[in-house]
């Protein structure tokens, strides 16, 4: 299923797009995409059954409707670092040895296509299209990378927006160059995990103002997505809602030549996971 949630910031409303296309009201069954239905087999059995069955849900016509991100109430947003190998060739940085993790803030979460702020002060904000991981079963100490598999609910499309002198000139922890207002945008679909059979096997492409700037696959992980729920299982409790982005490929801006062409306002930039949904951005000055 793709599940989406529909409506103006702050108030969204579920839905589902059927195998048509269609835009559909979930309302009448859930009261939210989030983490509590993720880890309710039946209801979601519910939803599954009503999409199936022809009138059950009522069409929502699109025309002017924001797409949110598709999924409320977020628990935790852990990162992963360095996660293709050509993106770490890109950058000259060494392989690691075990993930790289770090957190962005559930509130730096915004729909598919709201605006990014490039932050005051910024003169190296980056694009990082990237897989994002919706945890639908409480995790705690897996013991294979088919386990962690069989804990994800489902994917959609992320882009971890990154100013990068605040990330590594600045002092500390990544944090600092992840965290700023808007900087993950989500969706526009979450892809339950039964409609993507191998997520070892999806293209991600980014394009700025038109030109294309990634053009990856996830082949390219050096931690596959069963193996970092595995291994992030053994450090902290993951829980339905939870979302894990799963790193980038390469063609980021700070692995270009100089000048590094790093976002400014009035840039506009568009990504897509193949199967996951396209988003579209135009950045503006916070």
């Not at 700023?180 to 999806?202: I, K, M, R, S, Y």
Request: hydrophobic residues 40%.
């Amino acid at each position: 299923m793709k599940l989406l949630r529909v409506g103006t910031a702050g108030a969204e409303r579920p839905a589902l797009l059927d195998r048509d296309g269609t835009l559909r009201d979930l309302s009448g069954i859930v009261p939210d995409i989030d983490g509590e239905l993720l880890a309710d087999a039946s209801t979601l059995a519910r939803v599954r059954a009503a999409a199936e069955t022809p009138g059950v849900l009522p069409a929502l016509d699109a025309t002017g409707l924001r797409i949110g991100p598709p999924l409320g109430r977020i628990g935790k947003i852990v990162c992963i670092g360095l996660n293709y190998h050509d993106h770490a060739a890109e950058t000259g940085a060494a392989i690691p040895d075990e993930p790289i993790l770090f957190f962005k803030a559930p509130d730096t979460v915004v729909g598919p296509d709201d605006t990014v702020l490039v932050p005051r002060g910024s003169r190296k904000t980056d694009w990082e299209v990237e897989l994002a991981v919706v945890i639908g079963r409480t995790a705690r100490y897996l013991g294979s990378a088919e386990e962690g598999l069989a804990h994800v609910a489902g994917y959609a499309t992320a882009h971890d927006v990154s100013e990068r002198e605040f990330q590594i000139e600045r002092g500390g922890t990544w944090d600092k160059g992840k965290n700023c207002e808007t900087f993950n945008p989500l969706g526009p679909w979450l892809v339950t995990a039964d409609e993507v059979p191998d997520p070892q096997a999806l293209p991600l492409r980014l394009w700025v103002n038109g030109e294309l700037k990634q053009n990856g696959t996830t082949a390219e992980q050096i931690f596959p997505v069963g193996e970092v729920v595995r291994y992030l299982s053994h450090f902290m409790t993951l829980y339905p809602g939870d979302i894990i982005n799963t790193g980038t490929p390469a063609g980021v801006a700070m692995g270009q030549p100089e000048p590094k062409p790093y976002l400014k306002a009035g840039d506009v930039v568009e990504l897509e996971v193949e199967g996951l949904g396209r988003q579209r951005q135009e950045l503006k000055d916070a």
